[in-house]
Every structure is written in C-alpha cells, then in structure tokens.
Nanobody, 121 residues
Framework: QVQLVESGGGLVQAGGSLRLSCVAS????????MGWYRQAPGKLRELVAV???????NYGDSVKGRFTISRDNAKNTAYLQMDSLKPEDTAVYYC???????????????WGQGTQVTVSS
C-alpha cells in the first residue's frame, strides 16, 4: 500500500506565506507525478500545481506567479511554497501522487488526508 501525508497548513494573514510538505511512503517503485489540489467550502476540488518526475510543472490559473511546487524524488516528497496568500486561497489542500507500485505494471492514484490552510483578511 501507499500513503501520502501532508503537513504545514495553518492560519496566516493575507500577504503571508506557508510551505506545505507531502511525503509518500509504502511499496513504491516510482512516482510519475505529484501534485496539490484544494477544495474550498462550497466549491469543487481544483488543481493547484503538479510536477512530473522529470521536473515539468502545471499550475492552476489562480495561483500562477504566487505558488511554487518542488520535489525531492529521492525522498518521495513534494512541497508547495505559497506566497502572497489571499483569503480566497483558504481551502483544504490535498496531496496527490500517481504511483507505480512494486511488482505491478500499472499506475495508481493516491491522495493524502488533506491539510487546512486558512488566510485571514
């Protein structure tokens, strides 16, 4: 099995910064992509940022220029640096990974439990 554990959420004022971490563990052969999604009250879950193992990235329009995703492949860890936070960034942030498990010729999608980010005005 594979587990994703997020950390780093909290309460900050508008204009502040947070850095989220996601650590993947378990029977992992490789991780193709890791990313972050968020879901605010009354809204659908949306893409924040994703990164492939080779380093290519994709960002949601609402966070471009403010958030930065990074990965440490050796540690199976992804980070999300969030700067210039706005109240509308308030949401539960979920880590996602597309994983090739040891001994299985398929890619499986895994999600973390989520971490709350609250930005006050």
């Amino acid at each position: 099995q594979v587990q994703l554990v997020e950390s780093g959420g909290g309460l900050v004022q508008a204009g502040g910064s947070l850095r989220l971490s996601c650590v993947a563990s378990g029977s992992i052969f490789s991780i193709n992509t890791m990313g972050w999604y968020r879901q605010a009250p009354g809204k659908l879950r949306e893409l924040v940022a994703v990164m492939a193992s080779g380093g290519s990235t994709n960002y949601g329009d609402s966070v471009k220029g403010r958030f930065t995703i990074s990965r440490d492949n050796a540690k199976n860890t992804a980070y999300l640096q969030m700067d210039s936070l706005k109240p509308e960034d308030t949401a539960v942030y979920y880590c996602n990974a597309a994983v090739v498990r040891i001994g299985l010729p398929i890619i499986s999608d895994y999600w973390g439990q989520g971490t709350q980010v609250t930005v006050s005005s």
